[in-house]
């Protein structure tokens, strides 16, 4: 049993280039959800997909873009990567009502130069 | 809206001691409140929740109660080891699909 899986692992970037983040889960879960981390703060929600063929702004969506591309795969494009985007993004799971907990993968870590 | 508020660390500790990371939380209604933890250069895993008041989450020796009246949901171990170095994160969820967290607390166990 997988979770949630994130790929790739770590990317470098130029300002100006794009690319997209993929996150995929094997748990049946509904809800997905895409974070950024940075140092020395929490998570901030960027986008969530409450079910399959939906989707909703977070915290912090300016310069991202979201596809729920089907129950299991839900992922985050830059399309034109900033330095301020420099960050670690987690993709989650989350069991539905009334347990609600989410389940994260690995993590990303994107550089932006 | 909803916010957590936890203690800023770091958190240093020797091995053996007893761990308190305080956490608050303001929220309308009966959330379910939960802790996350953060190993180095891994994403978030759950340690532990609770769902409604005065209810006890337990996992790895770490406890943690639901505090209506002081709307807390502190964090305790009574004996920490090295390997729980880690940061920490107090979270809540109101009845929709999303969390709230806290800022996080990271927790140094020395030997």
């Known amino acids: 049993n997988a979770g949630v899986t994130q790929t790739p692992k770590f990317q470098v970037l130029k300002t100006g280039q794009s690319m997209t983040l993929q996150c995929a889960q094997d748990?049946?879960?509904?809800?997905m959800y895409w974070y950024r981390q940075d140092p020395g703060m929490g998570l901030r929600l960027i986008y969530y997909s409450a079910s399959e063929g939906t989707t909703d702004k977070g915290e912090v969506p300016n310069g991202y873009n979201v596809s729920r591309l089907n129950k299991r795969e839900f992922s985050l494009r830059l399309e034109s990567a900033a330095p301020s985007q420099t960050s670690v993004y987690f993709c989650?799971?989350?069991?539905?009502?009334?347990?609600?907990?989410?389940?994260f993968g690995p993590g990303t870590r994107l550089t932006v130069t | 809206g909803d916010s957590v508020t936890q203690m800023e660390g770091p958190v240093t500790l020797s091995e053996e001691a007893f761990l308190t990371i305080n956490c608050t939380y303001t929220?309308?209604?009966?959330?379910?409140l939960f802790w996350y933890v953060q190993y180095p250069g891994e994403g978030l895993q759950l340690l532990l929740k609770a769902t409604k008041a005065d209810d006890k989450g337990s996992n790895k020796g770490f406890e943690a109660t639901y505090r209506k009246e002081t709307t807390s949901f502190h964090l305790e171990k009574g004996s920490v080891q090295v390997s729980d170095s880690a940061v920490y994160f107090c979270?809540?969820?109101?009845?929709?699909?999303?969390?709230?967290f806290g800022g996080g607390t990271r927790l140094m166990v020395k030997p």
């Open positions: 979270a809540l969820n109101n009845a929709g699909n999303m969390l709230t």
């Open positions: 748990m049946n879960h509904n809800s």
């Open positions: 989650a799971s989350s069991v539905p009502p009334p347990s609600q907990e989410q389940y």
């Open positions: 929220a309308t209604g009966y959330p379910s």
